[in-house]
């Protein structure tokens, strides 16, 4: 069996923010402003595995929010693995159910975090969602509560009116010239129970 060369584990920037939000338009710039290889992992590309004919609304019935569940969860574990085996991450993820951040907090423990909040306001994400026509009017809005209820980042952008590029220099700024000190990563597993 072969086994991944050793060294370090890689870095993970984690993108947090709502759908619609622009995570995966940061995303998209922060692999081509980073100088070392990154891979981008959204949620939304392990949550198209599903079979197409399947719905992906957890609100279809209480079999398809398990296999949801168990999909996300299977998520954070391959994340963990890719950065594990020295791949620097990308993550773009929702976490509008408290478990995901429990969780991440949990697999991620002993990786290198920077936890970004995406922010947007509800009046632009409306907007992108009624021009995008993939998403719900209103799903966003219904997330912004949980997703960003821890309130603790790294580092945070709002993208209704700074775009998905300068957020992404941001990001390369703040790795370049990170403070010293518990990440945000650090902060909350330490204000709270994550076993």
Same mark, same amino acid.
């Given at each position: ?13 984690? @993108?947090?923010?709502?759908?619609? +939000?622009?995570?995966? +338009? ?23 595995? !599903? ?5 992906? /609304?957890?609100? +279809?019935?209480?079999?398809? &929010?398990?296999?949801? =569940? ?23 993820? %929702? ?5 995901? @951040?429990? /969780? ?8 290198? %975090?920077?936890? %970004?909040? %995406?922010?947007? +306001? ?8 009624? &021009?995008?026509? /993939?998403?719900?009017?209103?799903? *966003?809005? &219904? ?17 209704? =009116? =700074? ?11 703040? !790795? ?13 597993? *330490? ?5």
């Amino acid at each position: 069996m072969m086994r991944p060369p050793g060294g370090d584990p890689g870095r993970i920037v984690f @993108l947090n923010g709502v759908s619609s +939000s622009g995570k995966s +338009s940061i995303a998209r710039h922060l692999l081509e402003a980073l100088e070392q290889p990154w891979f981008h992992m959204p949620v939304d590309a392990f949550g198209a595995m !599903l079979r197409p004919e399947r719905p992906t /609304d957890p609100s +279809s019935g209480p079999e398809l &929010a398990e296999v949801l =569940t168990r999909m996300r969860a299977g998520f954070h574990r391959a994340v963990a693995g890719m950065a594990a085996a020295g791949n620097n991450i990308v993550v773009d993820h %929702v976490l509008s159910e408290p478990w995901r @951040l429990v /969780d991440c907090l949990r697999v991620f423990n002993g990786l290198d %975090v920077v936890f %970004v909040g %995406v922010h947007c +306001s509800i009046e632009e994400l409306h907007r992108r969602e009624l &021009a995008r026509r /993939d998403r719900a009017p209103g799903q *966003a809005a &219904a997330q912004i509560a949980q997703v960003h209820a821890h309130g603790c980042y790294d580092l945070t952008c709002d993208t209704t =009116t =700074t775009g998905p590029e300068d957020c992404a220099r941001m990001i390369v700024q703040f !790795l370049a010239h990170r403070p010293p000190g518990p990440t945000a990563f650090d902060r909350l597993r *330490a204000a709270g129970d994550t076993r």
